[in-house]
């Protein structure tokens, strides 16, 4: 089940990014940042009471004239309402109801998305609450009145938030075909690999009813298997701004990435492996799905025989951050190689799930452990009691320890290493998690 999105959207200087960091850095917890992910954070993994949910931070450069807020402002809206499940409509109680505020709610109220409206910069209620009910002229609810630097009434807000979540939730839950998200950068060939898979298929292309997002569901049945491919390619250019367009491509990537089960990242073989590739890969493995690197327009490489291993290495050096991922040299023009995706596709999925007994886990622990002796610190040295396996997609382990904090990373892959020794796992990441057996988390 993937987990709900919720974006924030607002004018310049209202407080987007504030909140977005209150959040995602203190109020609630953040999954750690990985490597080739870019540094400027617009999305994170958060919680509240228990319910999960991605938080998208649609603010970007600020515009200097009027005429430009109004038309970035519309289009953050549009990505908002294209991708989000719940949309955050932050305003500022010092500025008061403005013109493009009323303009965007517009938008917001004719999306029938669930929209909650938080009136920023309430530091005092005594002062600034008679101003928080002007904004009932929006028409699109009750106004929460929040303080993101302050830090005020961020959990009524968040209360507010995951009242929506219910519904969206439960209907994904019916749909268990599996699903694949097919990203990578504008231009790199993701609607042409779509094509292609129909075209071989012959089954006719179908919107699936309920999807409201800008990226486009297309059912391709494969082998009597239906699978259910979400395309990204519908970046609209709107922008000229570089940086707005990778911006707003990664917000989409984002949610198509959290409604999948493998994730096909597609980079261009004419052009390499970039550092944009290796961002939006990291969006995937952040996730814990399943990866697989397919390396379009591979008909038009010149090639010797060592081009695909030379071609591999250097891809794998570029997304050294998940050295599990499986790769495809394809070519959705001439079709080489398309029916190597569905294979790829059903292993990944099968290796998501796999689950090994607890029995068989502890004795490969045992035996990695008189192979090579757990770190120590200042005398005392790491002991690994148990392991158990607790969950799928991604395969998460549990090992009881004696002191967490003498947990290393070098130590955490070794045995992750001897455990996809003995099961393979290709094509999926593994979650290992350490207790203490007071029963503390890391």
Known sequence: MSKPIVAIV???NVGKSTLFNVLAGDTISIVKDTPGVTRDRIYADCSWLDRNFTLIDTGGIEPDSKDIILSQMREQAEIAIATADVIVFIVDVRQGLVDS????ADMLRKSKKPVVLAVNKVDSFQKFGNDVYEFYNLGIGDPVPVSAASRLGLGELLDDIIKH????????DEDDRPRIAIVGKPNVGKSSII???LGENRVIVSNIAGTTRDAVDTEIVHNGTEYVFIDTAGLRRKSKIKEELERYSIIRTVSAVERADVVVVVIDAEEGVTEQDAKIAGIAHDRGKGIIVAVNKWDAIEKHDKTIYEYTNNIKNTLSFMPYAEFAFISAKTGQRMNKLFELIDMVRENQTLRVATGVLNEIMTEAVALQQPPSDKGKRLRLYYITQ???KPPTFVIFVNDKELT???YTRYIENRIRESFGFKGTSLKIIYR???GKEQ
Request: aromatic fraction near 8%; charge should be negative.
């Open 408 to 410: 290393h990373f070098s």
């Open 390 to 392: 607790v969950a799928v």
């Open 101 to 104: 505020d009323s303009k965007v």
């Open 165 to 172: 979540f219910g519904e969206a939730e439960e209907g994904e």
């Open 10 to 12: 607002g004018r310049p």
């Open 436 to 438: 203490e057996r007071s």
């Open 195 to 197: 094509n292609q898979l």
